[in-house]
């Protein structure tokens, strides 16, 4: 399935579970918009990385469920930014940030606790993200050598795993109709797992495990 056909099945899924909660949730039941930027990462002892910005935007409802609990589904959708260190062919000590691109569609079921009802909220629960390819930003650096391997290039590892899970974590803090968020997503699948059915010049067990601080705000109506 094409990520554009997820992004519509996936907005379809929420809109039917948002219309079948609002029978279900009559005490407090909210549809949210949420957008903010992405502080990315892998975790991995094939690459040398560094953290890079992106952005997310999504659709969450937030409903009452039992004393100060809460239920939160949404969907979401990121334009996440990797940046893996490189350097080109016969020239060991020039060193290049290599940045790649990965979008993604997810599907997040929270539990939130309400410290402060409406007001503050501790959140957690499972995210299903779908992404497409780790796009190089560029093609001048497709053949530069990934620093961390004698032969892999920055243009063989764009094909990541496209089914993820995740464990995501957080705090909301603000009103009934507006709240800012952060919050931390953690792979608990292999990330790079694609890559080793690849093969390459040399013995690589790729492993790498997603890193995602999500800073937004969210508007409820």
Do not use: C, W
Not at 39 to 53: E, G, L, P, Q, R
Not at 91 to 119: D, K, V, W
Not at 135 to 161: C, H, M, P, W
């Amino acid at each position: 399935m094409s990520l554009k056909n997820l992004i519509f099945v996936t907005l379809a899924t929420f809109f039917f579970h948002f219309s079948f909660a609002q029978h279900n949730y009559d005490e407090y039941n909210r549809l949210g918009i949420a957008g903010g930027i992405t502080i990315f990462d892998v975790s991995t002892s094939n690459f040398t990385t560094k953290k890079a910005t992106g952005i997310a935007f999504g659709f969450t409802t937030r409903g009452s469920f039992y004393n100060n609990f809460d239920l939160l589904y949404g969907v979401g959708f990121t334009n996440n930014k990797l940046i893996l260190m490189g350097r080109e062919i016969g020239n060991l000590s020039n060193r290049h940030e290599i940045e790649y691109t990965i979008q993604s569609a997810q599907i997040h079921f929270l539990g939130s606790y309400n410290i402060i009802q409406h007001n503050l909220s501790l959140e957690l629960g499972p995210v299903l993200n779908i992404n497409g390819k780790m796009k190089l930003k560029t093609e001048r650096y497709e053949d530069f050598i990934l620093e961390g391997t004698n032969t892999v290039l920055a243009q063989d590892v764009q094909d990541i795993s496209t089914v993820n899970f995740l464990i995501m974590g957080g705090l909301t803090v603000g009103l009934e109709n507006f709240r800012l968020t952060a919050h931390y997503q953690y792979g608990v699948t292999n990330i790079f797992n694609k890559l080793n059915e690849k093969e390459f010049n040399e013995e690589i067990e790729f492993e790498g495990k997603s890193g995602t601080v999500i800073l937004g705000a969210v508007i409820y109506f």
